[in-house]
């Protein structure tokens, strides 16, 4: 008995450890990334967010950029602000959940609630009908924003996005762990944060790779406060459901009508592009698929100017896309970063997946 009673004066001691370490991580993480931005509630949710606004013979219309999985509104920002800047009204989101903004109502668990979050900030700030560029997870919710809220939707740009099933649907073991009730609840508040910490600079180049991890992407970008417990639990929670929720709304693609281009790497590691590239470019009619070799998960960080390029497309710009990609795909031939053997791939082959 003795021996059962130290065991357990042992383990809850390690508990507590685990979790003062991540308390201290917490106080870290938002002392070198406080919020940059403003902030405004919208549909019960307090939303950060960063707005440029556009010149006044600015030659594109409003443009609303949502990230993906794990990330904040800085990591589309710092790429594509300063390009863009004086060109457009630009909306950068901090989803919510994520970065500095609230969680919020329970439906924001779902791209369709963030959707109709996002929407309603458009409103709070009389911002017009936009060009919505999402990247990864971000892509699903502006598939979605095109469906819920068309009259505020001038065009898509769609970059190494999520948007339909995938075989096996499973995600990460530490989304599903997270995700599940009282476990991953203890699980984020002690081991996510150190844990998660200590894997971040390899795991953060692996979703880069093949291509250049950015010198100080991961401070500049503010990616620590993903562990956060709060935002880590979000982000298993969008994670997790995300495929169930693709299921159901993929079949409605068809119904989107703008302008859209849908940028996809060959070397991404991280998600099905063959199957949600693809999927975009047969579902969204009218829709263009620019493929660019040797290209991993980071269209926004490692092709700003295909980027930009098929932002101006979108807005009706007379620009030639294919040589914009031409462009990107001579600058990173050679690139073998990583390096991508090494990187643990999210994706298992699609032969393996479907056996």
């Given at each position: 008995?003795?021996?059962?009673?130290?065991?357990c004066?042992?383990?809850l001691?390690?508990?507590?450890?685990?979790?003062?370490v991540?308390r201290?991580?917490?106080?870290?993480?938002?002392?070198?990334n406080?919020?940059?931005?403003?902030?405004?509630?919208?549909?019960?949710?307090?939303m950060?967010?960063?707005r440029?606004?556009?010149?006044?013979?600015?030659?594109?219309?409003?443009i609303?950029?949502?990230?993906?999985?794990?990330?904040?509104?800085?990591?589309?920002?710092?790429?594509?602000?300063?390009?863009l800047?004086g060109?457009?009204?630009?909306?950068?989101?901090?989803?919510?959940?994520?970065?500095w903004?609230?969680?919020?109502?329970a439906d924001?668990?779902?791209?369709?609630?963030?959707?109709?979050?996002?929407?309603a900030?458009?409103?709070?700030?009389?911002?017009?009908?936009?060009?919505?560029?999402?990247?990864?997870f971000?892509g699903?919710?502006?598939?979605?924003?095109?469906?819920?809220?068309?009259?505020?939707?001038?065009?898509?740009?769609?970059l190494?996005?999520?948007?339909?099933?995938?075989?096996?649907?499973?995600?990460?073991?530490?989304?599903e762990?997270?995700?599940?009730?009282?476990?991953?609840?203890l699980?984020?508040?002690?081991?996510?944060?150190?844990?998660?910490?200590?894997?971040?600079?390899?795991?953060?180049?692996?979703?880069?790779?093949?291509?250049?991890?950015?010198?100080?992407?991961?401070?500049?970008?503010?990616?620590?406060?993903?562990?956060?417990?709060?935002?880590?639990?979000?982000?298993?929670?969008?994670?997790?459901?995300?495929?169930?929720?693709?299921?159901?709304?993929?079949?409605?693609y068809?119904e989107?009508?703008?302008?859209?281009?849908?940028?996809?790497?060959?070397?991404?590691?991280?998600?099905?592009?063959?199957?949600?590239?693809?999927?975009?470019?047969?579902?969204?009619?009218?829709?263009?698929?620019?493929?660019?070799?040797?290209?991993?998960?980071?269209?926004?960080w490692?092709?700003?100017?295909?980027?930009?390029?098929?932002?101006?497309?979108?807005?009706?710009?007379?620009?030639d896309?294919?040589?914009?990609?031409?462009?990107?795909?001579?600058?990173?031939?050679?690139?073998a970063?990583?390096?991508?053997?090494?990187?643990?791939?999210?994706?298992p082959?699609?032969?393996?997946?479907?056996r």
């Amino acid at each position: 008995m003795n021996l059962v009673y130290a065991f357990c004066a042992f383990l809850l001691a390690l508990i507590l450890v685990a979790a003062g370490v991540t308390r201290v991580g917490v106080w870290m993480a938002e002392r070198k990334n406080p919020p940059s931005g403003s902030f405004a509630t919208v549909n019960d949710t307090r939303m950060h967010f960063v707005r440029v606004p556009a010149a006044a013979d600015a030659p594109l219309p409003p443009i609303v950029f949502i990230h993906g999985a794990s990330g904040n509104l800085r990591d589309a920002m710092l790429p594509l602000r300063k390009t863009l800047e004086g060109r457009a009204d630009m909306l950068f989101v901090d989803r919510p959940g994520h970065g500095w903004s609230a969680r919020g109502p329970a439906d924001n668990a779902t791209p369709a609630g963030q959707a109709k979050t996002i929407a309603a900030l458009m409103d709070h700030l009389e911002i017009g009908p936009a060009i919505v560029v999402g990247h990864s997870f971000g892509g699903a919710i502006a598939a979605t924003f095109a469906l819920d809220h068309p009259q505020k939707t001038a065009g898509l740009v769609f970059l190494a996005a999520v948007s339909h099933p995938w075989p096996g649907a499973g995600t990460a073991w530490y989304y599903e762990l997270t995700a599940t009730p009282l476990i991953g609840r203890l699980f984020s508040e002690t081991l996510a944060l150190p844990g998660g910490a200590l894997r971040m600079a390899a795991a953060t180049a692996c979703v880069f790779a093949p291509n250049r991890l950015p010198e100080g992407y991961a401070q500049e970008a503010g990616i620590g406060l993903v562990l956060r417990p709060g935002t880590f639990r979000a982000n298993a929670q969008d994670v997790t459901g995300l495929y169930d929720y693709v299921t159901q709304v993929a079949p409605r693609y068809g119904e989107i009508d703008t302008p859209t281009v849908v940028i996809s790497g060959r070397r991404d590691t991280v998600v099905y592009e063959e199957i949600h590239s693809t999927g975009l470019a047969r579902d969204i009619p009218g829709a263009r698929a620019v493929w660019i070799d040797n290209l991993g998960h980071k269209p926004d960080w490692t092709a700003p100017d295909l980027t930009v390029a098929a932002i101006e497309t979108v807005a009706g710009l007379d620009r030639d896309l294919a040589a914009a990609a031409r462009e990107v795909e001579v600058r990173i031939a050679d690139d073998a970063f990583g390096p991508i053997e090494n990187c643990p791939d999210e994706k298992p082959p699609l032969n393996a997946a479907s056996r």
